[in-house]
């Protein structure tokens, strides 16, 4: 139910529910070992209590897991599960903000100007950093990119169920499109990027 919830009510995304359902379990286990069996006798303490214990995790990793458990709170209300738990005030913890790390234009340059590919593992590989680097799309909706979703005529890519479940149309350079082009054979199914057994590239590859 609270899967269902979460992507229902927010519209969090498969990794999001996983990743507080897994969040939760571990605030659990905190609970039963210190004897908190009853919804209605959870304080702010023990939330507190259990983020003290994952101190040595980084700010936005400790602030995730706050949320998983705000949402859980507003999931419980919601359901009539309990009464009321707005008296559980817990301060969210500051991130650090760090720039991010990005390759110089030389290492790009460097990374694209291999040659000619025989190899089509190696051109796939070649197409879809030049696919990352020039559109700024995430590795996931790289994965998920088809070639219905390839605009050649209009010069764009539409990223479909991007960040917070929307699509979205991303401009696409010509060299983009060159390179693209040349990755595309007519056997090829509706992923644009495949693995050595010919079916969609993961995120995780």
């Not at 209590?49 to 995730?64: A, D, I, K, Y």
């Not at 030389?106 to 000619?116: D, I, K, R, W």
């Not at 950093?129 to 990119?145: D, H, N, Q, T, V």
């Not at 079916?199 to 995780?204: D, K």
């Amino acid at each position: 139910m609270f899967d269902i919830f979460l992507i229902g009510t927010r519209g969090a995304s498969s990794h999001t529910v996983r990743a507080y359902i897994s969040d939760l379990r571990q605030w659990e286990k905190y609970l039963l070992e210190h004897d908190v069996a009853d919804l209605e006798s959870i304080t702010s303490e023990h939330v507190r209590g259990f983020l003290v214990t994952l101190q040595s995790l980084e700010p936005n990793s400790l602030q995730r897991k706050l949320a998983a458990i705000r949402s859980f709170f507003d999931f419980l209300v919601k359901e009539r599960h309990v009464h009321c738990l707005s008296q559980i005030v817990v301060p969210t913890p500051k991130i650090r903000r760090k720039l991010p790390k990005v390759l110089s234009e030389e290492h790009a340059v460097a990374m694209s100007e291999t040659g000619e590919c025989d190899e089509p593992m190696l051109l796939r590989d070649r197409v879809l950093l030049e696919l990352l680097y020039c559109s700024g799309i995430r590795a996931a909706e790289a994965a998920a990119l088809n070639w219905v979703d390839v605009d050649f005529a209009q010069m764009q890519l539409c990223i479909r169920l991007g960040k917070g479940g929307k699509s979205r149309l991303v401009p696409m350079l010509e060299v983009l499109s060159d390179s693209l082009k040349s990755l595309k054979q007519p056997q090829v199914g509706e992923a644009v990027f495949l693995n050595y057994k010919s079916i969609r590239l993961s995120v995780r590859s």
